[in-house]
């Protein structure tokens, strides 16, 4: 079955620096997803990416998606501590809505 | 604010006993998704439904897990017997599927579950 995996598994960084998480696929993905677990919580989706290349914004983080659809990656630009959590890359096909969650990257922020 | 809801929030069984765990999905949604998390397996895919017929539930153990969805506002994962192994939360999921281009999931807040 697909697989995705994601790095690192964890990362800690001083309030204000940034922080990047990397998915990684070994077969060319249609699309991928990604997710936010807060502490305590539930995955909360964040952005869907489609085109091989693809780059999003949503303020602080930018999602990208490789020229060759097998790997992602989201970055936060000067991170806060409302940037806690974990966050998935999810992959699926077209025509299957099945998501194949990659394995987290459990971010800390050091005040 | 539509959202997933779960019942129940916690719970706490002896090894043995049934756990029926209810999911109520976003109205309109027509895929409903189960997974299991754990901090060693990560977030797995346990089953999943499309317009209430199960399209794969390749992920659940058969032999004492099934997953139902009697009506379209109810979803439920039963365990028979249940296992201390089976502890974890277990999330559902609703999305509206390939009807629009998104596919977004949708999670409920998860039931926590803890066999002693």
């Known amino acids: 079955g697909q697989q995705v995996m994601q790095i690192p598994q964890y990362q800690h960084v001083q309030e204000g620096e940034d922080f990047t998480t990397y998915c990684n696929s070994s077969t060319t993905l249609s699309n991928i997803q990604w997710y936010k677990q807060r502490p305590g919580g539930h995955p909360v989706f964040l952005i869907q990416?489609?085109?091989?290349?693809e780059v999003k914004k949503q303020k602080r983080l930018t999602f990208q998606f490789g020229e060759a659809k097998k790997n992602s990656s989201l970055h936060i630009t000067a991170t806060q501590t409302t940037d806690v959590g974990t966050y998935f890359c999810?992959?699926?096909?077209?025509?299957?809505?099945?998501?194949?969650f990659g394995t987290g990257t459990r971010l800390t922020i050091i005040p | 604010d539509a959202r997933v809801t779960q019942t129940p929030r916690h719970k706490v069984t002896e090894m043995g006993q049934e756990v029926t765990m209810r999911c109520q999905p976003i109205?309109?949604?027509?895929?409903v998704f189960w997974y299991r998390q754990t901090m060693m397996q990560g977030l797995e895919l346990l089953a999943y439904f499309r317009n209430r017929a199960p399209l794969d539930d390749s992920g659940m153990p058969k032999d004492r897990f099934s997953a139902e969805m009697p009506d379209a506002t109810l979803a439920t994962l039963k365990i028979q017997p249940s296992e201390p192994r089976d502890s974890a939360v277990y999330f559902c999921?609703?999305?509206?599927?390939?009807?629009?281009?998104?596919?977004?999931?949708?999670f409920g807040p998860g039931t926590r579950l803890t066999v002693l």
């Open positions: 990416l489609v085109k091989s290349g």
């Open positions: 999810a992959a699926s096909n077209f025509g299957n809505e099945k998501l194949t």
């Open positions: 999921a609703s999305g509206p599927g390939w009807v629009s281009s998104y596919n977004e999931q949708f």
């Open positions: 109205l309109g949604h027509n895929t």
